[in-house]
């Protein structure tokens, strides 16, 4: 085996797991961006309906004291748990909106996309020179490059998503080992030739 291909199956694997990671991490962050904004839109659905209406106030304050009454609390005083409610709610949007400003789990999730496509797109053009069985130390030099160039901007993936490693690792495994393109699992040296 040559150089040049022992290296086009070290980028196949590489990219290969790189781009189901980047995906995972897109998913993960998809999943809690939606979370925020449910939250966050569900609350402020909610003072809305609370401020304008005062038979959902009437409604609310039966529910929660007879809830608190179950549990043996009773309410002191002249409370207004309409207020109360709003205020409560008022603070879940604004801290929800907090958090997805600082989290930007919207922007993360499509740094990830892009990334994972990248690694995609490396994958199949490297898939394209093994199916030639020959490449020029320009093109190894060329996928080097283009492989480094997306390491370098690729964002860092969390680690509970670097654990599934092993796991993307079988699946590549099993679908390599299916059309014979298993690769080394370490790049080839200088020395080989």
């Not at 608190?68 to 309410?75: Q, R």
């Not at 997306?150 to 680690?159: E, G, L, N, W, Y």
């Not at 699992?185 to 030739?193: D, I, M, R």
Request: aromatic share 10%; net charge positive; hydrophobic share 45%.
């Amino acid at each position: 085996m040559t150089k040049g291909i022992r290296f086009l199956k070290f980028i196949q694997r590489h990219c290969f797991v790189l781009a189901e990671l980047h995906k995972r991490a897109t998913e993960t962050y998809a999943r809690r961006a939606a979370r925020l904004t449910i939250i966050n839109v569900f609350s402020s659905i909610m003072i809305l309906f609370f401020a304008a209406n005062d038979d959902a106030k009437t409604i609310l304050r039966d529910i929660v004291t007879w809830l608190l009454s179950c549990i043996s609390i009773s309410i002191k005083g002249d409370v207004d748990i309409g207020l109360v409610t709003i205020g409560i709610l008022g603070a879940i949007a604004v801290f929800t909106a907090a958090m997805q400003y600082l989290l930007k789990y919207e922007e993360r999730n499509l740094i990830h996309k892009y990334i994972s496509a990248d690694y995609e797109n490396l994958f199949r053009k490297s898939g394209r020179y093994l199916a030639k069985e020959t490449i020029n130390e320009e093109d190894v030099h060329r996928l080097n490059k283009q492989l480094n160039y997306i390491a370098r901007h690729s964002p860092p993936i969390a680690s509970h998503i670097l654990n599934k490693q092993p796991e993307i690792e079988k699946i590549w495994e099993s679908l390599a080992g299916s059309f014979g393109a298993v690769g080394d699992s370490v790049p080839p040296s200088n020395s080989n030739t």
